[in-house]
């Protein structure tokens, strides 16, 4: 599906940083986007939503771009697009591909995002009360061999 949504273009992707939504001393929101590309001049952020389920809705991807606003799409990025290929299946049904951009999301006012926010710090709150140990609470990790140990010689 992703090769799909590329055929016929040949854009050139450089990697990015991640943004950050500081809210508090100990608290920011990461807003997520590992690459752009520039494509006839053009700079645009990506951004796969490849969840079959349990993906954002319209009005939270609305909210997706209001962060993207206010993170990513300033400084050199200010007049950069962005570009969203959502992989979502509505209804559990089969999926249906569609490709975004910020004018295709639906309008967060400044009130929404704030209560948005707010949720956040709420959520944020209410775990830290709990005083959980999530370094117990992680499973380990498993060792991954490198690629290069099939190789003989390397």
């Known amino acids: 599906m992703i090769r799909a949504a590329g055929k016929g273009r040949t854009p050139r992707c450089y990697g990015m940083n991640h943004g950050y939504l500081?809210?508090?001393?100990d608290l920011s929101i990461r807003v997520a986007a590992d690459f752009y590309f520039v494509e006839k001049g053009e700079v645009s952020i990506f951004?796969?939503?490849?969840?079959?389920?349990?993906?954002?809705?319209?009005?939270?991807l609305g909210m997706f771009g209001a962060l993207?606003?206010?993170?990513?799409?300033?400084g050199d990025f200010e007049a950069a697009s962005?570009?969203?290929?959502?992989?979502?299946?509505p209804d559990r049904k089969q999926r249906v591909?569609?490709?975004l951009g910020l004018c295709d999301l639906p309008e967060v006012t400044e009130e929404e995002a704030a209560e948005a926010v707010q949720?956040?710090?709420?959520?944020?709150?209410?775990?830290?009360?709990?005083?959980?140990?999530?370094?117990?609470?992680?499973a380990p990790r498993k060792e991954r061999p490198s690629p290069?140990?099939?190789i003989p010689g390397l």
């Open 22 to 25: 500081p809210i508090r001393k």
């Open 47 to 60: 951004w796969l939503q490849p969840r079959r389920a349990f993906a954002l809705d319209n009005k939270q």
């Open 68 to 74: 993207l606003r206010r993170t990513l799409l300033t």
């Open 82 to 89: 962005l570009e969203i290929l959502d992989l979502s299946a």
């Open 97 to 99: 591909p569609r490709t």
């Open 119 to 138: 949720r956040v710090v709420q959520a944020y709150e209410a775990i830290q009360k709990m005083d959980i140990n999530w370094d117990e609470r992680r």
């Open 148 to 150: 290069q140990a099939d």
